[in-house]
């Protein structure tokens, strides 16, 4: 249930971050390098779109404004993501933590640096299951559905489609287990079989060896659980190049206009699944979204843009920065029950809670939390036709 908390209450209870005069330094760590580079510009540009919102309207915390401050996670370097994450909290001083984005490095960062450190962080697109148990005390969202049930909807999909028996390669980290530990279950579960579950490893320049041990299953579909600027681009690649493999079916890590740029035509029936939905809210944040430049369809925007949001409304509920107040405040602005605020609407949740009213942010991915702070969350079923993904139906 939730409680309206006055703010003079928290302020005099617990010690507000560092501010910079009128700026809330807020950090955002993605993987600006790395296997999904060509996502994170957009993702973090949505998040930063949410900050301006909210910035702009006058209405966050008398005044104040949002100062995002950018650190790269990497994706995949655990130890350099930690660095930067300390550097924001240590350095900076930030009041939340928006990311990070891969899994690993996610959970690196929760456990090391902001759990300890009682910084709140909400990732748009950290998705292994895993995540769903860690010891955060509370300190850790995600806006992004749990790969637990990424594995269920493909499995739900192929079984749809008649196909039957799968090779599976998955990046070798915490995202990749988790998927096709999740997808191997569920698959089997409704009659199908993985005739080989392989790891891959990122950065490599040459993936004919994995792709010959994968083809030698007598599979005809080949599931690639990995990213798409790094191994699991390479994979299709050597896929291609030696005629192994022509049906592709692709998660979440391997959506995104970067890789159907590169192999085009080639990769026509090609399908896959991602979160998202065709709600009200994902219809308004599509508009908003085109019209400040950022991919409407990108993968994690919407998941990006409500983070952010989510981050400036618990601020506003707390009354200050202080960030065990950041973090109380998150689960009573995300759910009911209160004024349900959509994209674009971040002024409106401002001035309700600023009136000691209560709000329930919706947003652009029907926010809900459970109780360790995730959401259920829908996904695309996704076809690549004529070089280009295409939205087949929302699960």
């Known amino acids: 249930m939730k409680k309206t908390l006055l703010a003079t209450a928290i302020v005099a209870a617990m010690t507000t971050s560092a501010l910079a005069g009128e700026e809330v330094k807020v950090g955002v760590i993605l993987g600006f390098t790395g296997p999904i580079e060509s996502l994170t510009p957009d993702m973090a540009a949505s998040a930063e ?86 010891k955060d005390n509370g300190f850790f969202f995600r806006t992004a559905p749990s ?48 005739s080989i579950s392989a790891a891959h490893e990122d950065g490599k320049a040459d993936y004919s060896a994995e792709v ?13 659980f990995g990213y798409l600027d790094q191994g699991g681009k390479g994979i299709i690649q050597a896929s291609i190049d030696a005629g192994a493999f022509s049906d592709f079916i692709l998660a979440d890590g391997m959506i995104g206009e970067s890789l159907t740029k590169h192999f085009g035509k080639d990769l026509n029936g090609a399908i896959g699944t991602v979160p998202g939905g065709k709600t009200e809210g994902a219809q308004v944040f599509a508009t908003m979204a085109d019209k ?32 065990s107040g950041i973090q109380t405040n998150l689960m009573r602005i995300a759910n009911a029950p209160g004024t349900k605020i959509g994209p674009g609407e971040i002024a409106k949740g401002l001035k309700v809670l600023a009136s000691g009213g209560d709000v329930d942010y919706v947003g652009a991915t029907n ?15 996704l076809e690549v036709k004529n070089g280009k993904f295409e939205t087949i139906k929302i699960h």
Do not use: W
């Open 49 to 134: 779109l949410a900050f301006k919102e909210a910035s702009a309207s006058g209405q966050l915390l008398g005044g104040k404004t949002i100062k995002p401050i950018r650190k790269d996670s990497t994706c995949i370097d655990a130890a350099a993501a930690t660095a930067n994450a300390e550097a924001l909290i240590t350095a900076e001083g930030v009041a939340a933590i928006f990311g990070a984005d891969c899994s690993g490095v996610t959970g690196a960062i929760a456990n090391n640096v902001a759990v300890p450190n009682g910084v709140v962080m909400i990732s748009p697109s950290a998705t292994s299951p895993g995540l769903s148990t860690i």
């Open 147 to 194: 790969d637990a049930r990424q594995g269920q909807v493909l499995a739900s999909v192929l079984q749809r489609r008649g196909i039957k028996d799968v090779a599976v390669t998955f990046t070798n980290n915490d995202y990749g287990k988790g998927l096709a530990n999740s997808f191997a279950n569920a698959f089997k579960a409704v009659g199908g079989k993985v």
């Open 212 to 224: 010959g041990a994968l083809a030698a299953t007598g599979s005809k579909h080949l599931a690639v």
């Open 292 to 323: 400040s430049g950022i991919k409407k369809d990108g993968p994690y925007v919407g998941e990006s843009y409500d983070a952010g949001a989510l981050l400036a409304l618990a601020m506003q509920a707390a009354g200050s920065t202080n960030r």
């Open 367 to 381: 926010v809900e939390f459970n109780k360790v702070g995730e959401v259920l969350g829908s996904f695309k079923e």
